[in-house]
């Protein structure tokens, strides 16, 4: 399984891209949300967190592999639960991303039907089993900012990891979220997991 493509993007157009890696040259699928952040950046190196899956018809033996891109591990594995979800395909899940997983997760998590129903191809019946499927996987994905540049996924991906730190050290995942929530108020964006860790427990081991 290819989990990370490095190369020189080249064509990017809607649904997909280009990254030439040495001689040879691969179509990514994107969605739009990735796309954005891709369509100012032709000709400089990129790195894309991948999935595979094959596409076509197992019993016409017409199976063609495919790639899905995204600029962070974190977005990539929300992808992969979105598709979990009963009549949501990759097909489906890539046109639905249209806007950022903080902002998709936030929905699924306040149960907000009407707002996951905007989104393509999910009506109201496909946005009820997101949330009835999802809402309890959300807190570390609601966490996620959407990228203040073109490619910028660092700090996002540093709160999130930090996220599934705090719980693998035993906080709940409500108290995993406050403190992540409070890392985000802070003015120093941490670099890191480790730094972002310093941080809570400095602060909550100040004096009151």
């Given at each position: ?6 190369g020189t993007l080249g064509r ?108 393509p191809g999910i009506g109201a ?84």
């Amino acid at each position: 399984m290819i989990k990370r493509i490095a190369g020189t993007l080249g064509r990017v157009e809607f649904g997909s891209i280009e990254i030439a890696v040495g001689p040879v040259v691969h179509e990514v699928l994107v969605p739009e949300l990735v796309r954005r952040d891709l369509q100012a950046r032709g000709g400089q190196s990129v790195t894309l967190h991948t999935l595979e899956f094959l596409e076509g018809t197992p019993g016409r033996g017409n199976l063609v592999p495919r790639l899905v891109g995204f600029l962070s591990e974190v977005e990539r594995e929300f992808f992969d639960l979105f598709c979990e979800v009963d009549g949501v395909g990759v097909r489906k899940a890539l046109r639905a991303m249209v806007r950022p997983v903080g902002e998709i997760a936030r929905a699924i998590e306040e149960q907000d039907a009407a707002a996951l129903a905007t989104l393509p191809g999910i009506g109201a019946a496909t946005a009820e089993r997101m949330i009835a499927k999802l809402r309890r996987r959300m807190p570390k994905f609601a966490l996620l900012v959407a990228r203040e540049a073109p490619g910028d996924a660092g700090p996002a991906d540093v709160v999130a990891e930090t996220f599934d730190v705090l719980r693998s050290l035993g906080h709940s995942d409500a108290d995993a979220r406050r403190l992540c929530d409070g890392l985000r108020a802070e003015k120093k964006k941490p670099r890191d997991v480790q730094e972002a860790l310093e941080a809570i427990y400095r602060t909550m081991h100040k004096p009151r």
